[in-house]
């Protein structure tokens, strides 16, 4: 999706549509120029990482199972890839780790809301808190005019879930209230983090992947991860300050909040 050498942090880049978004920015003809690929465990029983190149960091424990609030630990991420980047800054950051569970306003638990808001809306609020000194380093070392993923972005990987408008014609058929809950969350970081920071020319977006079939879509899901990503990459790539705190899916559709 590169026109130029940027640098890009993903989260939970071991496994789904994060390990194809690494895999799909390795294979563009004009590769990133740093591509810090985060996830909790690289190593872990379910990863699928089977990916390493010159140009890709892994920076594991960037958060913790039941504890992506871990601050500590994305501090330390921010001061590793500050240590690659420096004067370049970080061009993209793509909050794009999550969980879902399947409750309902009767079956919901403390843990499935308190896990849900961890990994969903508070990993990512910190992350953004962390990684806005390098934003706005690329931000202002990028000559490009305007708001881009080129030049300093995040990108909040959301979900048609999180729509108030979707509820009655979804809700039946996959309630998950707490993801829901925390999905709608993170629209509103997006919109207010786009609020913020617009005097500093970082883009904000929320991008709904599409259903697709990974552990979390499961095997009914429309679409498979390389046409979500492929679809999700060139909407970013289309991305600039008109669409800065937008809501929409990996084929460029503004969705209902
Ligand atoms: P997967 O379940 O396949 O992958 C989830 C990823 O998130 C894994 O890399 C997982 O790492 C990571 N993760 C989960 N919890 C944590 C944590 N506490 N700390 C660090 N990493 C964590 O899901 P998808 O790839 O399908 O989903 C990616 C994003 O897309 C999510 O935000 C999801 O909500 C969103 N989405 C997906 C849809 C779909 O149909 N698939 C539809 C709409 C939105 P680990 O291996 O360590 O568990």
Same mark, same amino acid.
């Given at each position: 999706?590169?026109?130029?050498?940027?640098?890009?942090?993903?989260?939970?880049?071991?496994?789904?549509?994060?390990?194809?978004?690494?895999?799909?920015?390795?294979? @563009?003809?004009?590769?990133?120029?740093? %591509?810090?690929? *985060? *996830?909790?465990?690289?190593?872990?029983?379910?990863?699928?990482?089977?990916?390493? @190149?010159?140009? %890709? #960091?892994?920076?594991?424990?960037?958060?913790?199972? #039941?504890?992506? *609030?871990?601050?500590?630990?994305?501090?330390?991420?921010?001061?590793?890839?500050?240590?690659?980047?420096?004067?370049?800054?970080?061009?993209?950051?793509?909050?794009?780790?999550?969980?879902?569970?399947?409750?309902?306003?009767? &079956?919901?638990?403390?843990?499935?809301?308190?896990?849900?808001?961890? &990994?969903?809306?508070?990993?990512?609020? =910190?992350? &953004?808190?962390?990684?806005?000194?390098? %934003?706005? &380093?690329?931000?202002?070392?990028?000559?490009?005019? $305007?708001?881009?993923?080129?030049?300093?972005?995040?990108?909040?990987?959301?979900?048609?879930?999180?729509?108030?408008?979707?509820?009655?014609?979804?809700? #039946?058929?996959?309630?998950?209230?707490?993801?829901?809950?925390?999905?709608?969350?993170?629209?509103?970081?997006?919109? *207010?983090?786009?609020?913020?920071?617009?005097?500093?020319?970082? =883009?904000?977006?929320? =991008?709904?992947? $599409?259903?697709?079939?990974?552990?979390?879509? $499961?095997? $009914?899901?429309?679409?498979?991860?390389?046409?979500?990503?492929?679809?999700?990459?060139?909407?970013?790539?289309?991305?600039?300050?008109?669409?800065?705190?937008?809501?929409?899916?990996?084929?460029?559709? @503004? =969705?209902?909040?």
């Amino acid at each position: 999706m590169a026109a130029h050498s940027i640098s890009i942090l993903i989260t939970g880049a071991n496994r789904g549509l994060g390990l194809e978004m690494v895999k799909q920015m390795i294979e @563009t003809a004009q590769p990133v120029k740093n %591509l810090f690929a *985060c *996830c909790r465990d690289p190593d872990g029983p379910k990863s699928e990482v089977k990916v390493s @190149t010159s140009y %890709l #960091n892994f920076l594991p424990y960037i958060m913790h199972r #039941n504890d992506a *609030c871990d601050h500590d630990s994305i501090k330390q991420a921010a001061k590793q890839v500050y240590s690659v980047t420096g004067a370049g800054g970080l061009n993209l950051l793509i909050n794009n780790a999550g969980i879902l569970f399947r409750d309902n306003v009767q &079956t919901t638990t403390p843990e499935n809301m308190q896990d849900t808001f961890n &990994t969903n809306v508070l990993a990512p609020v =910190l992350i &953004t808190q962390e990684f806005t000194p390098l %934003l706005r &380093t690329a931000s202002k070392a990028s000559m490009i005019p $305007g708001m881009s993923c080129r030049k300093a972005a995040v990108i909040n990987i959301s979900a048609l879930l999180a729509s108030f408008e979707s509820v009655k014609r979804t809700y #039946n058929f996959l309630p998950a209230l707490s993801y829901r809950i925390s999905k709608a969350s993170l629209n509103m970081l997006t919109v *207010c983090a786009a609020e913020e920071l617009k005097k500093d020319g970082i =883009l904000f977006a929320a =991008l709904h992947p $599409g259903w697709v079939r990974t552990d979390m879509g $499961g095997e $009914g899901g429309d679409i498979d991860a390389q046409e979500s990503v492929k679809g999700m990459l060139a909407v970013m790539t289309s991305l600039s300050e008109r669409e800065n705190g937008a809501f929409l899916d990996y084929q460029g559709k @503004t =969705l209902p909040w």
